[in-house]
């Protein structure tokens, strides 16, 4: 079956970093752009970020400048690098690629 699975998730004090990862089930993700959204509690979910096969990427204002999203197309794997967190980042984190969605990964970010 192929699938998404999100990692990485945690609490973490503000100011602080996080790297997500999503690992796909299926060479066919290193031929699509993989995307990452997140949920925040009341809100819907939006995209923050977006790479391209060819590792173009797209940030959201939220979190340009602050969080990097790549990939290794040899290990099926999307990252997202997250530096500098505040308590707004808080949300559930989502990869997504091909129609297909990870179970997503809770980033709490408190003091």
């Known amino acids: 079956q192929v699938q998404l699975v999100e990692s990485g998730g945690d609490t973490v004090q503000p100011g602080g970093s996080l790297r997500l990862s999503c690992a796909a089930s299926?060479?066919?993700?290193?031929?699509?752009?993989m995307h990452w959204y997140r949920q925040a509690p009341g809100k819907e979910r939006e995209l923050i970020a977006s790479?391209?096969?060819?590792?173009?990427?797209n940030y959201a204002d939220s979190v340009k400048g602050r969080f990097t999203i790549s990939r290794d197309n040899v290990k099926n794997t999307m990252y997202l690098q997250m530096n500098s967190l505040k308590p707004e980042d808080t949300a559930v984190y989502y990869c997504?690629?091909?129609?297909?969605w990870g179970q997503g990964t809770q980033v709490t970010v408190s003091s």
């Open positions: 997504n690629a091909a129609n297909l």
């Open positions: 299926s060479s066919i993700f290193s031929t699509v752009t």
């Open positions: 790479i391209t096969f060819r590792h173009n990427t």
